[in-house]
């Protein structure tokens, strides 16, 4: 899409494309087939919320052109040219807002169409402080998820004996889940006062996060008697005699890549078996769409980074009370830094909208 006129080819080809959806989701045999009309219906959907803006925008350039078209014409009334005259500039603005947002919504577009994610936040140095940072983000992810209505399930989680958590995977379902939550991959720091220490000091430990789309069944297919090694074994820890008695822990070995879960959280079998291969399947199509969307991923790198852990996103400076994401700095201080109170308690819509314009405004240069 390097100009105008690229821009306008592809949009107008999603038209189409739209077009045609609608007369298959109109063709009887068709819709006496359950599994491809839902099929139809997803791609029809997230079309729509390009197409019909796109469409509005048309009609706008084509009152443009009308009118423009009578102030240009020599033999049109007087009266007629100042009445369009006096429309036109006003709708040459609104075709130009217009396909700002179309350009907007086209770049934004795949990532709205996720509506479930895994999260996984792991303890980074710190040793018991890190993990109870980790046991905050938690509470913060899960209380945001509650604000936005969003389906929140716990799948594994390793504790500690003051609280904390050494590792913990939940799942989020809900419309936009992916577009809000995608930038929280990363490194995450804090600095505070720990529980353990007497003196007072201020400390700096470290979380990390991972965001991971989880894929529906037929965006990856693994065979799970062929393609995987699955080992059976006692689940350790607590639980009591019923979990330690039973061979009910999971271990999964794709064998291509060499991707491990194990799952023992839960006392029956299948509960495990099925947990972790939600887990698996996850990564696996992670592991994929690294290598095949290398170049898209590049450019998105520049906002949210890859998800790479390794990559310092966030500190929470308790002292202060301030809350800094890195990716923002450049946006001046003030952009970058947050009030913790509000963050730490799941408050962090300005923060995310803050992103989502810095990566949106990424995008669009990309175009």
Not at 24 to 37: K, S
Not at 189 to 204: A, D, L, N, Y
Not at 305 to 321: C, H, I, L
């Amino acid at each position: 899409m390097a100009n105008s006129d690229t821009l306008v080819d592809k949009l107008d080809e999603l038209d189409r494309r739209f077009t045609e959806l609608v007369e298959q989701m109109n063709d009887p045999e068709i819709a006496t087939n359950p599994a491809r009309i839902v099929e139809i219906s997803k791609e029809h959907a997230g079309l729509a919320r390009i197409v019909t803006p796109y469409r509005q925008y048309k009609k706008i350039c084509a009152d443009r052109d009308e009118a423009q078209g009578i102030v240009d014409d020599p033999d049109a009334d007087s009266d007629l040219k100042e009445l369009a005259s006096a429309e036109l500039d006003g709708l040459k603005h609104q075709a130009i807002d217009a396909m700002e947002d179309i350009k907007g919504l086209l770049v934004m577009s795949k990532d709205s169409a996720i509506d479930s994610i895994l999260i996984e936040i792991r303890a980074g140095t710190g040793g018991d402080e890190a993990a109870l940072f980790a046991g905050d983000l938690l509470g913060m992810y899960r209380r945001y998820a509650e604000s936005r209505r969003w389906k929140f399930e716990l799948l594994t989680a390793r504790a500690t004996e003051i609280g904390g958590f050494r590792e913990v995977v939940v799942n989020i379902k809900g419309q936009g889940v992916w577009s809000r939550l995608g930038y929280e991959g990363g490194g995450h720091r804090v600095q505070r006062v720990p529980k353990t220490e007497s003196q007072g000091r201020v400390h700096t430990s470290a979380a990390t996060v991972a965001v991971l789309a989880e894929p529906k069944e037929i965006d990856v297919q693994i065979d799970w008697a062929n393609d995987v090694n699955e080992f059976v074994s006692r689940a350790g820890g607590p639980g009591g005699q019923s979990v330690n008695k039973i061979e009910s822990a999971i271990k999964l070995e794709h064998i291509e890549t060499g991707i491990t879960v194990s799952m023992r959280d839960e006392k029956s079998q299948h509960k495990n078996r099925a947990k972790a291969r939600r887990i698996l399947l996850t990564r696996v199509y992670e592991h994929h769409q690294k290598k095949q969307l290398a170049d898209e991923a590049a450019a998105r790198k520049t906002m949210i980074g890859s998800g790479d852990r390794s990559q310092r996103v966030r500190t929470y400076n308790f002292p202060q009370n301030r809350c800094t994401d890195h990716r923002l700095k450049g946006e001046g201080q003030e952009g970058a830094n947050f009030n913790l109170d509000r963050i730490i308690t799941g408050d962090l819509d300005t923060m995310i909208d803050a992103l989502v314009a810095h990566d949106k405004a990424q995008r669009l240069a990309n175009l």
